[in-house]
């Protein structure tokens, strides 16, 4: 069980727009900056959003980041075949004094 | 281009202790702005953090591993090492060396990872 929560899957159409959620608490989300990450079957994770809303240098604007209390949404429109992967969000947690993540959300481009 | 490396044996029986090290180029590990993490992931599963290290040695661990685990560095390899003690089937996982600039920032960089797989 994941302390932060995040759907299983999401679906949409190439072209279309697509949010991912990621629920906490104070003792997470509430108080510390929510980071974002791409991975592909076999790859390591990579940095797509840092510090809520922050992209990378690489990371096209199509990726999108957002924080209100306790949950983060990341954001992609344009939606592309290539951006099927499994996302996670992940951020500290001041009362366990510990990084925990989501527990993933595999997108399908349909 | 900062580039990170795990390196260790891939298979480990249980009750043993599991080592792994991961090598930092193009960049130095004694960079006060950093910490060096290990992250691992089962198969199929999510992530899941394991520890964080300082270039001075400030450690934070995660507490349901903490009793297992510990995290080192030695600046004059550019390395950082972790050993999970007493593995069993459920330490089976691919385990990830990262960056971590400031101990509650993202992870910027990340090695390619390594499969280590606990049985006999």
């Known amino acids: 069980q994941s302390v932060l929560t995040q759907p299983p899957s999401v679906s949409a159409a190439p072209g279309q727009r697509v949010t991912i959620s990621c629920s906490g608490s104070s003792s997470n989300i509430g108080n510390n900056y929510v980071s974002w990450y791409q991975q592909f079957p076999g790859t390591a994770p990579k940095l797509l959003i840092s510090?809520?809303?922050k992209r990378p240098s690489g990371i096209p604007d199509r990726f999108s980041g957002s924080k209100s209390g306790t949950s983060a949404t990341l954001g992609i429109t344009g939606l592309q075949t290539g951006d099927e992967a499994d996302y996670y969000c992940?951020?500290?947690?001041?009362?366990?004094?510990?990084?925990?993540f989501g527990g993933g959300t595999k997108l399908t481009v349909l | 281009q900062l580039q990170l490396q795990e390196s260790g044996p891939g298979l480990v029986k249980p009750s043993e202790t599991l080592s792994l090290s991961c090598t930092v180029s193009?960049?130095?590990?004694?960079?006060?702005?950093?910490?060096w993490v290990w992250i691992r992931q089962p198969p199929g599963q999510g992530l899941e953090w394991i520890a964080s290290i300082s270039y001075s040695g400030d450690t934070y661990y995660n507490p349901s591993l903490k009793s297992r685990v510990t995290i080192s560095v030695d600046t004059s390899k550019n390395q950082f090492s972790l050993k999970l003690s007493s593995v069993t089937a459920a330490d089976t996982a691919v385990y990830y060396c990262?960056?971590?600039?400031?101990?509650?920032?993202?992870?910027?960089?990340w090695g390619r990872g390594t499969l280590v797989t606990v049985s006999s």
């Open positions: 510090e809520n809303n």
């Open positions: 193009g960049g130095s590990i004694s960079s006060s702005s950093y910490y």
């Open positions: 992940g951020t500290w947690d001041s009362s366990l004094s510990a990084w925990v």
């Open positions: 990262a960056r971590l600039p400031g101990l509650v920032g993202s992870f910027d960089y």
